[in-house]
């Protein structure tokens, strides 16, 4: 991503790499092994040397016409809109640590942007360009101007707004939807024998990418759903991902950190989210945490944030 947001952007990347303290080797990782905290630290700062406010609308239209890449060889060769969607969520992974949801209703096609962490939060800039980048493939393989029904992202941007016309509500959520008109438009890049020829080999890509993802985004994954049953140990994190503990702490070295370093810093996004955005009582988020007791709740809290979860709760609503 560096390489080439860079490139395009007329950013010098070198800069980019010590102000968001990596290493050079980022730049030949074609985005492998890099988590979405990282990931979006590195947007943050390329979005900041650039520093002019046309970035996501430059970006998103920029690579919508760029050279073809797997996903959205996908998408190109589908039938329809819908159809290209749903390949593109497929293959979405293969671009970087996140995905995409869509749902087909009676109202329209709507199409969600999602983290592979959910509890990390898009920024702004990011999530505008993917819905300028959304807009702009489904105008450039449907030869159509093609206008959606609504958007959302974290903030608004008239320029945004004027490419795409459509107002933006403001959310946490990342969506765009599309009459259901505009969600049967036949793609004119539509391909399906060629298609056919090139499936196994982006499967395979899949496949190898899936086995190479990031293994602390596994686990922090994993954990979420592991820890409201109260195990937290590496040997049932190990086990949920079909490795032994072993080779488990072996990928987590690799990736310089410790089973015990990615259990606490999923422990503090989580409280961090469960504190910010829900109403749930401090027994409840202890429990849903993998706690066996509120007072450890408690004592944890005071050791990631110096107060108590009330008074975080209350810090961070008077904000």
């Known amino acids: 991503m560096i390489s080439s947001v860079c490139g395009l952007m007329n950013i010098q990347a070198q800069g980019v790499l010590e102000r968001a303290q990596l290493s050079n080797r980022v730049l030949h990782a074609d985005d492998k092994g890099v988590d979405v905290h990282t990931y979006f630290r590195i947007w943050d700062v390329m979005a900041s040397e650039y520093s002019k406010p046309d970035f996501p609308v430059r970006l998103g239209e920029v690579y919508a016409r760029a050279p073809l890449n797997p996903a959205i060889f996908a998408f190109s060769c589908s039938q329809n809109l819908t159809a290209a969607f749903h390949r593109l969520a497929v293959f979405k992974p293969l671009m970087g640590p996140f995905g995409l949801k869509v749902m087909k209703g009676k109202k329209g096609l709507t199409v969600e942007f999602v983290t592979a962490n959910p509890t990390v939060l898009t920024p702004p800039s990011f999530a505008l360009m993917e819905l300028i980048y959304f807009v702009s493939i489904a ?31 403001v959310s946490r959520r990342v969506t ?16 399906e024998s060629f298609w056919r020829e090139i499936e196994p080999s982006l499967k395979r890509q899949l496949s190898k990418e899936e086995e190479s993802d990031c293994i602390v985004d596994k686990v922090k994954l994993t954990l979420q759903d ?40 999923t422990r503090i996004l989580l409280a ?21 007791e509120q007072s450890s709740f408690f004592r944890a809290c005071q050791r990631w944030f110096q107060m108590t979860p009330s008074a975080y709760r209350k810090r961070r609503r008077s904000i």
């Not at 393989?141 to 959606?148: F, Q």
């Not at 049953?229 to 310089?256: F, H």
């Not at 504190?275 to 066996?292: C, Q």
């Open 226 to 265: 592991a820890l409201p049953s109260g195990d937290a140990s590496a040997e049932g994190i190990a086990r949920r991902l079909n490795v032994s503990k072993r080779t488990l702490q072996r990928r987590l070295s690799q990736e310089s950190t410790t089973y015990k370093s990615v259990l606490e810093e």
């Open 272 to 292: 961090k989210h469960y504190l910010d955005n829900t109403t749930l009582s401090t027994n409840e988020i202890a429990y849903l945490m993998g706690f066996t």
């Open 176 to 191: 765009l939807s599309f009459s259901l008109e505009d969600a049967d438009r036949v793609l004119i890049s539509s391909n």
């Open 139 to 169: 105008r450039l393989h449907t030869g159509l101007y093609i206008k959606p029904k609504a958007a959302s992202a974290p903030s608004r941007c008239a320029l945004i707004e004027e490419k795409l016309e459509c107002r933006i509500d």
